[in-house]
């Protein structure tokens, strides 16, 4: 099923001071979901992310703007006539239900020609805790459950009424780092297995760039940017996508295009064919850099951290942004710390220039 | 399709429409039992003597309002009595309880000592006891004693409450011993810590338990009943058993309605002033216990 | 730390006195006074031990009477008070504005003088010489019969009692319910909502489940203070209970200790332990009951 959102806007009311302006949490979106996919809503908090979610579910009603399941425009259908399952942060396993009570609950609120007798129930309850693999613990309740656990009770929840659309709300924040690697593969495999169109928020690009077929990042109610993960990092469209992918972060310069070239500081660093000339902020990748004496950028080492499979390398710069910059190159390089400076020659695919002031890409061609 | 999703929107707001209204309105009808005999007391108690019993259908506004009944109520039988009799048991008990389970209270959070934990689970089981049980006997002591219509009488056995003992201890033991531990090492006294630390700190439960202790001296009626029958000493419920009993004459109804707004006004002023506090206090006294 | 057991005892030493006094004191004596025949308070003598107080105290017909107000105003008050105090805590929860002020009003009767208010309930229902009282006149607008709530019949002057104790007790158990119901996580009703789960089911498979340990609390507390029911009696019948036939087991102690017919420390005794053994007994009941229906997080 696939998911369209058409001039979709959502304002909350000021609630701070009387006669303040609107919080727009949701402006104008408008994209497509198509069918099958895993899709994360990627953004820093407050960015909107949960708002749209909550629109798509229909627990929230857009200010303008209507949502599309398929050809069904859903816009003002209650969340129950959506036929939506939903995976809430805190999970919200109904704590006096044991795990088959609480996978049962959503079917049994079928009414009508949909109602299922309690074979058919049990029978679907089994199939949803199979793929999420928890049928072995039925008979507990969700305090005596694992955290890890108890997300995959509220998913074969969520998915035991057959959903058109699941949508997953920051899954994965609530587990220790080592279950986060684990249960996000678990996510891909049983999107994978159910072929549902899956929606998941989260602020953790890595994960949202490891599991998903599409990424939205968005900020402050706006949508910046939309595609498959490796292409919204290698090529993206503004600065904060380009700031808020990838870790460790891009780093960012102060720099400066004349007649084509990109100047950090004084070092002449990479050819820019057709940049206007003037200020510009230069963001280069930490794998952007290939450490050679005679390398254009040359910088003044603090420290390295030999990490086993690759190098980093700490140092800084007068034109850089922040507190330093980082470089990571493989292992087998050697670095000489001897005199305290490095130099580098720079990947162009991996430096990205933008308008110092709206932080709007400028595209550079291949230098000949 | 798009008509029948426009229907089941259009339904499922009309229901939440619909719903709305009822529950107003029931909330409402229970608002006005409740109002209800407040706007009557007040209605009756200004209308004249005369008219109230020549109103075979009673209005519901007094067209020729009075005050002559609230003369009455102080002239004719002596609330002034009651009202002074009750504010000062109130108070006394108030402070005296105060000190006592302030004092328990400290010893049981902050003092060791041995079978601490078993005296105070021995406290807890106090609460079990009904005030029934122990009434009939506290009467034939104070009797003996010879306090019968007096303060003393009525004030010594309700100035414990191991209730509230057991909540400022928990309470006091929320605060962090090693700020006590800091005191002790500057030299501070028990008292003076638990005067200006633990004290300042528990304020809120302090008046939480002040606000319940004074709406129950306030209300306060079996004892008193028991251990008073001497009208000096007659607290504000007997005051109105008994003018209701013998006081302006059985169909004085104004008067009597006069008599129990005064009675009644302390209270709720006090409540419309701390009703947040108060309510507060109740909830959390409430689950505690 | 240095142990100072000197100094808690100096702390200690009021609530242990007062305690001793009025409290533990008089428990050991009330058990001896029941079982002393014929205590004669003003020459502290009696002249054997045995059940004889008990005896006659569940002879007396007045006990008896006592007893069966006691019990039909518990069985009445309790699930009738618990029922709508929940259903206007729920709409409360509901609404979205004017909540502070319904609470706040709803609360009003807590802080009130019940033998005061008790006076004018006892005016809206009675039926006098000069006027049928407001409520008989709303009785008679919507075709009804007048009755005289407050001198007779039985039924019409159980229905004021019970009308009335439900009135008072109210307050409190709106307020516990309402704070109950805010204690509840919203995430539950919202991931109720995407399930289509109905406003009824929401209620009787979420909600009270969820609260259940404060209904319970209600509940507890409901029979307990119900059972002791006895000034609320006295504010719309007066201090003659026994004669108006509105007794309950507590007026009954009382007035066997004071009063017209009182002067028997003994006899009161008997029932105040009766009380209690009946009160102990529905709460021990209540309990193994809620191990059943009750969830504890």
């Known amino acids: 099923m696939k998911i369209v959102l058409k001039n979709l806007t959502k304002r909350f009311p000021n609630r701070n001071k009387k006669g303040g302006a609107d919080v727009i949490a949701v402006n104008d979106f408008d994209f497509e979901i198509p069918d099958g996919m895993l899709v994360g809503l990627l953004g820093p908090s407050g960015c909107g992310k949960s708002t749209t979610l909550n629109l798509i579910s229909g627990l929230e009603k857009p200010s303008e703007g209507r949502i599309f399941f398929g050809e069904d425009d859903v816009t003002d259908l209650p969340p129950e006539n959506r036929g939506v399952g939903l995976v809430f942060q805190s999970y919200a396993l109904y704590p006096h239900l044991n795990v088959f009570r609480n996978i049962r609950f959503p079917l049994e609120n079928f009414r009508g020609k949909d109602r299922l007798t309690k074979e058919e129930m049990e029978k679907r309850v089994v199939e949803a805790a199979k793929l999420v693999q928890i049928d072995h613990l039925m008979e507990r309740k969700p305090s005596e459950l694992s955290g890890g656990q108890q997300q995959r009770v509220a998913i074969a929840r969520a998915l035991v009424k057959m959903p058109r659309v699941l949508l997953l709300d920051e899954p994965l924040s609530n587990l220790d780092a080592r279950l986060r690697l684990q249960t996000r593969e678990e996510i891909r495999r049983i999107q994978q297995e159910t072929k549902i169109t899956t929606v998941f928020v989260t602020h953790d690009q890595e994960e949202a760039m490891s599991i998903s077929d599409l990424i939205v990042v968005m900020k402050d109610g706006v949508v910046h940017q939309i595609g498959k993960p490796q292409d919204v990092y290698d090529d993206p469209i503004d600065q904060f996508v380009a700031q808020f992918l990838g870790t460790p972060p891009i780093n960012m310069f102060d720099g400066e295009v004349r007649n084509g070239q990109l100047y950090i500081g004084e070092d002449k660093v990479l050819d820019v064919p057709g940049v206007r000339d003037g200020a510009v902020a230069a963001g280069i990748r930490p794998e952007g850099f290939i450490l050679d004496y005679e390398g254009p950028l040359v910088c003044e080492l603090t420290r390295l951290e030999v990490m086993g499979r690759d190098v980093s390398i700490i140092f800084k710069d007068e034109a850089m942004k922040g507190e330093a910059v980082r470089a990571i190159i493989d292992a087998k390089s050697r670095v000489d710390t001897g005199s305290g400076k490095v130099s580098f020659f720079l990947k162009p695919d991996k430096v990205h220039l933008f308008e110092p002031e709206t932080g709007e890409r400028l595209r550079f061609g291949k230098a000949e | ?289 | 730390m240095e142990r100072s057991g000197w100094k808690a005892f100096l702390y200690l030493i009021p609530a242990l006195l007062f305690l001793g006094a009025f409290m533990i004191y008089p428990l050991f004596d009330v058990f001896i006074y029941s079982f002393e025949e014929g205590y004669n308070s003003a020459s502290q003598t009696y002249f054997g031990t045995g059940f004889y107080n008990y005896s006659y105290v569940l002879h007396d017909p007045y006990f008896m009477q006592a007893l069966k107000n006691t019990f039909i105003l518990v069985i009445i008050t309790v699930p009738v008070s618990t029922g709508i105090s929940l259903l206007i805590a729920l709409g409360l929860s509901s609404i979205p504005k004017l909540k502070e002020l319904y609470q706040t009003v709803f609360f009003l009767p807590y802080v009130t003088n019940t033998l005061a208010v008790g006076l004018v309930f006892m005016i809206l229902f009675k039926k006098t010489a000069y006027s049928e009282g407001l409520i008989n006149l709303l009785i008679n607008l919507f075709g009804g019969r007048s009755v005289d709530f407050i001198d007779c019949p039985y039924w019409a002057k159980m229905f004021v009692l019970c009308f009335y104790t439900v009135w008072i007790v109210m307050p409190f158990k709106i307020l516990i319910l309402t704070s109950a119901l805010a204690s509840v996580d919203p995430v539950y009703y919202r991931a109720a909502r995407v399930d289509g789960t109905s406003k009824t089911r929401i209620f009787t498979k979420i909600t009270v489940p969820l609260i259940s340990p404060m209904i319970f609390y209600l509940v507890i507390t409901g029979f307990i203070g119900a059972f002791k029911a006895y000034s609320d009696a006295v504010a719309l019948f007066g201090v003659n209970l026994n004669a108006a036939g509105m007794n309950t087991i507590v007026g009954y102690v009382y007035d066997m200790l004071y009063g017209d017919s009182g002067g028997y420390p003994s006899y009161a005794s008997a029932a105040a332990i009766l009380l209690f053994i009946i009160v102990l007994t529905i709460t021990c009941i209540n309990l193994l009951v809620s191990r059943k229906h009750v969830h504890y997080s």
């Not at chain 2, 007040?42 to 009673?58: C, G, W």
């Not at chain 2, 009750?86 to 008990?93: A, G, S």
């Not at chain 2, 006081?247 to 129990?260: D, K």
């Not at chain 2, 009644?264 to 002023?269: E, N, W």
């Open chain 2, 1 to 289: 399709m798009n008509t029948e999703y426009d229907l089941i929107s259009k339904q499922a707001r009309r229901r939440e429409t619909v719903r709305r209204t009822v529950v107003y309105t029931l909330l409402s009808v229970w608002g006005i039992v409740v109002l209800f005999p407040f706007y009557w007391m007040v209605l009756s108690s200004i209308k004249s003597f005369a008219s109230y019993n020549s109103e075979h259908i009673p209005r519901f506004i007094a067209s020729d309002p009075t005050f002559e009944n609230y003369r009455n109520a102080f002239v004719q039988v002596n609330l002034s009595r009651y009202l002074v009799n009750t504010l000062i048991y109130t108070l006394i008990t108030t402070a005296l309880m105060l000190v006592v389970i302030t004092l328990s209270a400290y010893a049981f959070a902050r003092l060791k000592f041995r079978g601490r934990d078993l005296l105070f689970t021995l406290f807890l089981a106090l609460m079990m006891i009904p005030n029934e049980l122990v009434i009939i006997t506290n009467f034939v002591t104070i009797t003996d004693m010879g306090l019968r219509n007096t303060f003393t009488g009525l004030i010594l056995p309700s100035v414990t409450s191991v209730f509230y003992i057991y909540l400022l201890k928990e309470n006091f033991a929320q605060v962090p011993e090693d700020l006590y531990y800091a005191a002790k090492v500057d030299g501070t006294p028990d008292l003076r810590y638990l005067w200006k630390v633990m004290i300042p700190i528990c304020r809120p439960t302090m008046i939480t338990i002040v606000i319940l202790k004074v709406i129950e001296c306030w209300n306060a009626y079996v004892w008193p009943r028991l251990i008073t029958d001497n009208a000096d000493y007659y607290l504000v419920s007997n005051g109105i058993q008994e003018i209701r009993e013998n006081g302006f004459g059985r169909e004085n109804i104004p008067a009597m309605m006069a008599a129990v707004v005064v009675i009644s006004v302390p209270l709720v002023v006090l409540f419309l002033i701390f009703h947040k506090k108060i309510m507060e206090g109740v909830a959390r006294g409430g689950t505690k216990g």
